[in-house]
C-alpha cells in the first residue's frame, strides 16, 4: 500500500471511481446506508397495524408509536448522513487546506459515535418493546426482528465507520 500525500499533490489527479469503491471505509458507509434504509423501511411499510379493539394503526413494538418514531428518525437521518459522508469522503482527498481536512474528519469521527450511541438506544428499545408484544397476531414478525436485527447491524457499522475515520488520522 503505498501511501500518498493529500490536498495539493492530488489538486490535478482525476476521481478513481474503482479505488474509492473499494475502500473499508465507502464499503462499511454503503452498509450503514443499507442497513439504515432497512429500518426505516421496514417501520414505515410494516410497522404500523390496527388492533383488533382499534380502528387506529398503532405501532407493532408494542403499540408504542413512540419507538417506530424514535427508530424511523434515527434511521432516515442516519440514512442521509450516510449519503453526505460519502460525498464528504470523495472531496476530502481533494482538499488543500489541512485545517479543513482535519475539520471534515473530526465532524465525521463525532457524528459516527454519536450515532453508534444512538443505534444502540434504538436496538435496546426496539428489543424491549418487542419483547413486551404479546398479542402478535395480525403483526409482521418478519418486518419487526428485520427491524431490530438491522438496527443491531448499524451499531456495528457506525463502530466501523469510527474506526475506519481513526485509521484514516493516523497516516
Known amino acids: 500500500m503505498q501511501i500518498s500525500a493529500y490536498g495539493v499533490a492530488l489538486a490535478g489527479v482525476g476521481f478513481d471511481f474503482y479505488k474509492f469503491v473499494r475502500q473499508p471505509q465507502t464499503i462499511v ?8 434504509l432497512v429500518v426505516f423501511a421496514c417501520i414505515t411499510t410494516e410497522g404500523y397495524v390496527n388492533p383488533p ?12 408509536d413512540s419507538t417506530c418514531q424514535y427508530a424511523v428518525g434515527v434511521g432516515v437521518i442516519a440514512f442521509l448522513a450516510c449519503v453526505a459522508f460519502l460525498m464528504l469522503d470523495v472531496y ?20 459516527s459515535g454519536v450515532w453508534t450511541f444512538l443505534w444502540l438506544v434504538c436496538f435496546c428499545l426496539l ?17 419487526a426482528r428485520a427491524t431490530i436485527a438491522f438496527s443491531f447491524f448499524s451499531i456495528a ?15
Open 157 to 171: 457499522t457506525w463502530v466501523s465507520t469510527k474506526a475506519t475515520v481513526f485509521a484514516f488520522l493516523t497516516l
Open 53 to 64: 379493539s382499534s380502528s387506529q394503526a398503532k405501532c407493532i413494538f408494542n403499540q408504542s
Open 92 to 111: 476530502v482527498p481533494f482538499m488543500s487546506n489541512a485545517q479543513d481536512r482535519k475539520y471534515a474528519v473530526m465532524a465525521d469521527l463525532g457524528f
Open 29 to 36: 458507509r454503503v452498509l450503514s446506508w443499507v442497513f439504515a
Open 127 to 143: 428489543a424491549s418493546q418487542w419483547s413486551r408484544t404479546h398479542d402478535v397476531r395480525a403483526i409482521p414478525e418478519d418486518a
